[in-house]
């Protein structure tokens, strides 16, 4: 349904623009209403008929799902507004704060069915387990299985982490019907009741999906760490300009799906045209901005290739610092030689796993250059890794 569809109302034209992407998320932001709708209408009644705290449960839940999906809707309408005066970087970032007002709607609706259900617990009554309510049960699976895969489909085609943790919330909803159905069966053919159970078993799959959505949204919004394939992708496109020698200090600032900004440091021959130099990383930049969509912003630092010393030693020390952190490494290493002492000047890059202080850290580094030669001085700068 989803794929005849987009055929009739998306025209792609080859591209996955902003404007296809909205409207993809909205197409099955605008589907999921309708059937989750369906889904509660056919389970309230259900759960109405049968008496089944466990049914109407889940029929709440498909209702917080179309609220859900609702919101979702609102936050791709909002995402794709222009950038303007007062957000430069346009409106991407709502489509995490709508997940994050769908996840505390979903954790507020699962705390109420648990507790609904605990009533249940203590005080039982008899369910109907009638032909008609497992008959609806069975389309429910089969229709959130549906919503599961295409919702996974086209989140993995337009890179939306909202429709994906969609699609992991439909199949937590399939998981919690397929509960209530077992609950019936177990009913019809023992004679236990086991719906209130049942019912408290569907509030914890809500709670754990609401949980995990907001978890999901969350992160984007407090500034997460780059995917590894986008980090190597930026990498290999620097990398591939023979005029660069290393990249280091990468920062990948996401202001929404498609919206993003990078900033990196990219060394040069110090030796080299700075015209030509700066030529070449405006081409980089470019290149960035032409295929991975994303604005660029990229540091040019000079590296002494003729000085074979300062890479001795730079090499050796680089090696000594491992035994402080296997992870550390340096970069703009540099020397400046006097009658008395030698200044070595340099940035120590430290992982945020490490558990000592930047103080710590630089007293420790400082002695490691004193091991290499005690007329050496330190200037050390502390770094953080913003990539993994």
Known sequence: MISLLSKI????????????????????????????????GIKYFAGSVSGSIAITADAFNNLSDAGSSFITL???????????????????????????????????????????????????EDIDTGNLAMAILVISIVIKIYMAFYNKKIGKKIGSAA???????????????TVV????????????????????????????????????????????????????????IVMSHEEILGTHDLIVHDYGPGRLMISLHAEVP????????????????????????????????PIELDNELAKEIGKKLAEQLKEI????????????????????????????????????VTEQVQAQVQKLDPSYIAVVNIDKAYVK
């Not at 623009?17 to 989750?36: E, F, H, M, P, W």
Request: glycine share 8%; hydrophobic share 45%.
């Open 270 to 301: 110090g030796n080299g045209d700075i015209f030509v130099l700066h030529d070449e990383i405006d081409l980089i930049e470019r290149e960035l901005k032409e295929k991975l969509g994303c604005e660029a912003v990229i540091h040019m630092d």
């Open 325 to 360: 952190e296997e992870t550390i490494t340096i970069h703009d290493f540099r020397m400046v030689s006097g009658p008395t002492h030698t200044t070595l000047i340099f940035d120590v890059v430290v992982p945020y796993s490490i558990k000592l202080t930047d103080e710590e």
């Open 74 to 124: 609102i936050g791709f309408w909002y995402a794709g507004k222009k950038p303007d005066l007062e957000h430069p970087f346009g409106h991407g970032r709502f489509e995490y704060v709508s997940g994050f007002v769908v996840s505390i709607a979903i954790l507020f609706m699962g705390a109420e069915l648990a507790k609904s259900s605990v009533e249940k617990i203590i005080h039982p």
């Open 163 to 177: 429709m994906e943790a969609t699609s992991l919330d439909s199949l937590s909803d399939t998981i919690a019907t």
């Open 9 to 40: 109302f998306i025209k792609e034209e080859g591209r996955m623009t902003k404007q296809v992407r909205k409207a993809y998320g909205s197409l099955c932001s605008i589907v999921g209403i309708c059937l989750n709708v369906l889904l509660f």
């Open 181 to 236: 159905l077992f609950s019936m069966l177990v009913m019809r053919f023992t004679g236990i009741n086991i719906d209130g159970i049942c019912g408290v078993l569907v509030a914890i799959f809500i709670l754990y999906a609401g949980y995990s959505a907001a978890k999901d949204t969350i992160s984007p919004l407090l500034g997460k760490v780059p995917e590894p394939e986008l980090v190597e992708q930026i990498e290999q």
